[in-house]
Antibody, heavy 115, light 112 residues
Framework: EVQLVESGGGLVQPGGSLRLSCAAS????????MTWVRQAPGKGLEWVAN????????YYVDSVKGRFTISRDNAKSSLYLQMNSLRVEDTAVYYC????????WGQGSLVTVSS | DVVMAQTPLSLSVTPGQPASISCKTS???????????LYWYLQKPGQSPQLLIY???SRFSGVPDRFSGSGSGTDFTLKISRVEAEDVGVYYC?????????FGQGTKLEIK
């Protein structure tokens, strides 16, 4: 069974940092692009970033460029999102998803940016 | 960025009746490889989104055949042939061709 499990969310002050992790199982992790998508409370879905199978290509939505970094460790079947200089508007549930087309999704990890 | 315009934003359907959601995009989603990268997702209440349809019309594993997708270029439709109670939630389209990827606003389906 394909499974994605996010962790690392929590409450952080504006300007702070967090690192999200996504542990994958049940599929050949290293063969797929991986994606982060977020959802602010009561709002729709927003694509955040994705990363190629070997990590050689990474793309971001403009609002997080220069602040967030997506990475992966294929040996550990894990995806990461390093989030720096966090803003109140980054408050959201962050989902990892398999594939460039978001074929399967994790349960999400809540990030709250507040003073 | 590619704008994804979903309509309607909400609909109320009697069980057993059909439903249809439109997604219009500001740019073509046809790739040079011949594929069109348009996806449909359903987010049931309190759950993560789940993929229903990929590349316009291909049903994802385990998706009932009452769900179907159609369209081309910039104009796409998700149809549910006979709505069931378990179909409630918010439906999103997403384009997978241009960066950044973008989602529609979402269409909330409720049962009458």
């Amino acid at each position: 069974e394909v499974q994605l499990v996010e962790s690392g969310g929590g409450l952080v002050q504006p300007g702070g940092s967090l690192r999200l992790s996504c542990a994958a199982s049940g599929f050949s992790f290293g063969s797929y692009w991986m994606t982060w998508v977020r959802q602010a409370p009561g709002k729709g879905l927003e694509w955040v970033a994705n990363i190629k199978q070997d990590g050689s290509e990474k793309y971001y939505v403009d609002s997080v460029k220069g602040r967030f970094t997506i990475s992966r460790d294929n040996a550990k079947s894990s995806l990461y999102l390093q989030m720096n200089s966090l803003r109140v508007e980054d408050t959201a549930v962050y989902y990892c998803a398999s594939g460039s087309g978001c074929y399967t999704w994790g349960q999400g990890s809540l990030v709250t940016v507040s003073s | 960025d590619v704008v994804m315009a979903q309509t309607p934003l909400s609909l109320s359907v009697t069980p057993g009746q059909p439903a249809s959601i439109s997604c219009k995009t500001s740019q073509s989603l046809l790739h040079s490889d011949g594929k069109t990268y348009l996806y449909w997702y359903l987010q049931k209440p309190g759950q993560s989104p789940q993929l229903l349809i990929y590349e316009v019309s291909s049903r994802f594993s385990g998706v009932p055949d009452r769900f179907s997708g159609s369209g081309s270029g910039t104009d796409f439709t998700l149809k549910i042939s006979r709505v069931e109670a378990e179909d409630v939630g918010v439906y999103y389209c997403m384009q997978g061709l241009h960066l950044p990827r973008t989602f529609g606003q979402g269409t909330k389906l409720e049962i009458k």
